[in-house]
C-alpha cells in the first residue's frame, strides 16, 4: 500500500477461491494519506465502519470478517489485472479510468475515455429532459417513446 501513486484509485483482485478479507481500514488509512482517490476490491474487505469514518470511498464484491493476514501480500504494483468474473473475461490496464458510485463501478479503457464521454453526456441530458416531462404529467411510455425513441 506504501507504493500507491497521488490521485491513483487502488485496484486489488483477490485470488479466488479465498474468502477472507484483502482490504480493510488500516490500508484505506494509508491509501487516504497517500492521496489515493478510493479503492476497488475485485473480492472482499472489511471494517466497513472505519471506511465510513474515514470518507474513503471503497467499493467491493464482498464482505468478510477475517482478515487475510499473511495469506496475502502485493505481488505485482501497476500491472494489468484481470477481473474474477465468471461472465466474461475482462482486464484493466494501468491508467484506465475506474468510476464508481453506490449503484456499481465501471472501467473504461483510457483510449475509450472521450467516446464515453460523448454517449453518456447524451444520456444524461435524455435522463433530464425524461424527468422534466414525467414531472410536468406524462407518462413513462409517451415519454420515452418521444425522447428516447423507444
Partial sequence: MDAVPKDAVVFISQPTPHINAVFGGLMALRARQLNATGTVVDGNLRDLEEHR???????????????????YRASEVNVPVKLNSTVQERWIHPGDYIIADLNGVVCVPEASVADVIDVVSKIVEADEKCAEAIKGGRSVAETFKEIRGQ
Fill in 53 to 71: 469514518h474515514l470518507e474513503f470511498p471503497v467499493f467491493a464484491k464482498g464482505v468478510s470478517t477475517s482478515a487475510g493476514g499473511p495469506l
